[in-house]
């Protein structure tokens, strides 16, 4: 299985296509529905005025986000009694609820990658032409077998949104993923969703 | 009356972390009817990796431990207050324990209260009374966001799928219920189905059918027959594990008949991911049974 080292570059983001399953390895961000209405308020479409400690994150993020990947994640965490953090069930949440943000926090940030389930629609499919970068599929509801690839938690923004819509910053090894819309157009989610909408066409047609 | 909060917290072990055998062997099935190497193949074989990793663990089937509706048979003579209080209680201390996630956001002010208890409907308790010599029986499933969101209700008639007030109405909006999930519930799932009832009601029973084992078909035939015709039919639609495409869409399908309004006709369908995760324990006395 292809392995891949973050950050990524733009040529080994373009030799990605949709069915290819990948290693990841390095250092990504979780971030889910607050994160990503809080970046494009805050920091792109600049309709919310920074508060408390936005601008020292947003400075941090540019720096964490640039080349690497956003895993649409909700872990459930673990603190020890030395005060570190361990994630023990971190899969996928649903991504198509970022549909609206998508694109636009990719370009800003330089994104190479989106981790989640269930794929995502058109304007992200476009977004990953042009950042260049690719959707990942991780396995939905594998949440404890995915958290294993999580070595160590580095760090936590924004716990006031709540455990699972903090962002965290995580060090993974070997987190598996599969290509289902790469930075050629490619969405395995169109295909199966047509496809699907023909052979129901199809039963709808049928007697009872 | 007992104190049940410790027996509590184990169910709520239990059932997050230890998936039904009835839905394992249905998935370990599925495994062996996609191609080898292929990403539905792959998608099932973690699954299957990611139940025995949890259940050794006590960890999460899925991070997201969702909606814990409880269902409670308590015997004539309880206090159903009580028993609420101590759900309650299991359910703070089972958080504690990361056996649940914090997982109830006060939707106006956008607060995680971090303990899942939010309110007085969550987590959501349903309350049956039974005869003083019946054990009392507490049944919890766990239903993820992302199944719960791919989740629809219909009124007949539907013209853009042709759909009337009958059986065959119920069976094509089932379909259009299934391909619009498409992965996003995290398929392969379970179908409940109810037929009927007010909108509330409708959705209610549509998911207290799921606390039902695998396989049990409704004891009206034609219904009988329809949960099989269903089930068969998504899984022609090809959507497969996580979308990926692929044998197995739906494992099985649920059906229940309510009474409805001359002027209603309501089908809900609610999606249940493949974390099938319900459990149920069963006090006589001083046992206490795990199932």
């Known amino acids: ?208 | 009356m007992k104190d049940l909060t410790n027996e509590i917290i184990e169910l709520i072990r239990r059932t997050s972390s230890n998936l039904p055998k009835d839905v394992e062997d249905r998935l370990r099935a599925a495994v062996e009817k996609e191609a080898p190497g292929s990403a539905a193949r792959g998608a099932l074989e973690t699954i299957m990796k990611n139940i025995e990793l949890s259940r050794k663990n006590s960890t999460p089937i899925c991070q997201d431990t969702g909606t814990p509706i409880f269902r409670v048979h308590y015997p004539e003579g309880w206090s159903a207050r009580k028993l609420r209080e101590q759900i309650r209680g299991a359910m703070a201390e089972a958080t504690k324990k990361n056996f649940m996630r914090p997982n109830a956001v006060d939707a106006v002010y956008d607060k995680n209260t971090g303990n899942n208890l939010g309110g007085d409907d969550f987590p959501s308790i349903h309350f049956e009374e039974v005869d003083a010599d019946q054990p009392l029986t507490i049944e919890l499933m766990l239903k993820g966001g992302g199944c719960e969101n791919v989740g629809r209700q219909y009124s007949l008639p539907h013209n853009e799928l042709g759909a009337g007030r009958d059986l065959a109405g119920v069976r094509k909006v089932a379909l259009d219920a299934v391909q619009k999930a498409q992965g996003q519930g995290c398929a392969p799932g379970i179908l409940g189905i109810s037929i009927g009832g007010d909108r509330g009601t409708s959705y209610i029973k549509s998911k207290e059918v799921l606390y039902d084992k695998i396989g049990t078909r409704n004891a009206d035939p034609e219904l009988a027959k329809l949960e099989e015709r269903l089930t068969e039919e998504s899984n022609q639609l090809g959507i497969g594990p996580m979308g990926f495409g692929g044998q197995t869409t739906v494992i099985d399908t649920k059906i229940t008949g309510l009474s409805r309004l001359p002027a209603s006709y309501f089908v809900s369908v609610s999606y249940m991911c493949w974390a099938y995760r319900r459990r149920k324990m069963v006090v006589r006395g001083e046992e206490v049974e795990y199932d």
């Not at chain 1, 508060?51 to 872990?75: A, F, M, R, T």
């Open chain 1, 1 to 208: 299985m292809r392995e891949i080292t973050m950050p990524i570059s733009d040529d080994v983001i373009r030799s990605l296509k949709v069915g290819e399953p990948v290693l990841l390895t390095g250092v990504m961000v979780t971030g889910r529905d607050a994160a990503h209405k809080w970046m494009i308020e805050t920091f792109i479409k600049k309709t919310r005025p920074p508060q408390g400690d936005d601008e020292k994150v947003y400075q941090e993020l540019k720096k964490l986000l640039n080349g690497s990947v956003i895993y649409h994640c909700g872990p459930v965490v673990a603190k020890d009694e030395n005060g570190e953090y361990k994630f023990l069930a971190a899969g996928p949440t649903t991504s198509i609820r970022e549909e609206p943000y998508q694109a636009d926090v990719m370009k800003h940030f330089n994104v190479k990658g989106v981790i989640g389930k269930g794929g995502m629609g058109a304007k992200t499919l476009k977004g990953c032409q042009e950042t260049p970068g690719v959707y990942f599929h991780a396995i939905g509801g594998a949440a404890s077998f995915i958290a294993q690839s999580v070595k160590k938690v580095l760090g936590v923004y924004k716990l006031e949104f709540g455990t699972p819509e903090a962002m965290w910053v995580i060090e993974v090894k070997d987190f598996p993923v599969v290509v289902t819309m790469d930075a050629h157009g490619g969405s395995q989610h169109a295909v199966i969703d047509s496809s699907s909408q023909e052979v129901l066409d199809k039963l709808l047609r049928e007697p009872y």
